[in-house]
């Protein structure tokens, strides 16, 4: 089973992915790149890391620049939810390197497939639930 590294400081949001896509994968959540870059130093080896958005004014954007970094080192694929369909913060997460992003709200059968094309795998083949 392929395994997720989610990124999500909201709570809420982090129960819902991790009940949402615990069905078709192994998924460990965090609070902050912070704790994300941790992880990756003991050596865990996610096939796709999921994490919201963090601004110039965040304290966790230096943290999120260098996890961007060590995945791009590391060819893991880095989808990044958005706030409420900004432009901008899609546009700036693409340059900085970002496989793909998608805004909140978000269609969970959506991402689940954006997770996958990120990954190389077709949808229709590892799908186990669908909403």
Do not use: C, W
Request: proline share 5%; no cysteine; charged share 30%.
């Amino acid at each position: 089973m392929e395994s997720i590294l989610i990124i999500e400081s909201s709570y809420m949001m982090r129960l819902f992915l991790i009940n949402y896509l615990d069905k078709n994968f192994d998924v460990t959540a965090v609070e902050s790149p912070s704790e994300a870059l941790e992880l990756l130093e003991k050596r865990m080896r996610p096939d796709a890391v999921i994490s919201n958005f963090y601004g110039s004014k965040n304290l966790e954007r230096k943290p999120f620049l260098e996890l961007i970094s060590e995945l791009e080192e590391r060819s893991i694929p880095l989808l990044v939810l958005t706030d409420q369909d900004k432009s901008d913060q899609r546009i700036e997460t693409l340059k900085l390197g970002a496989k793909d992003s998608i805004s909140k709200p978000f269609n969970p059968v959506e991402l689940q497939l954006r997770i996958l094309s990120a990954m190389g795998l077709k949808g229709h083949d590892k799908m186990r639930r669908v909403a």
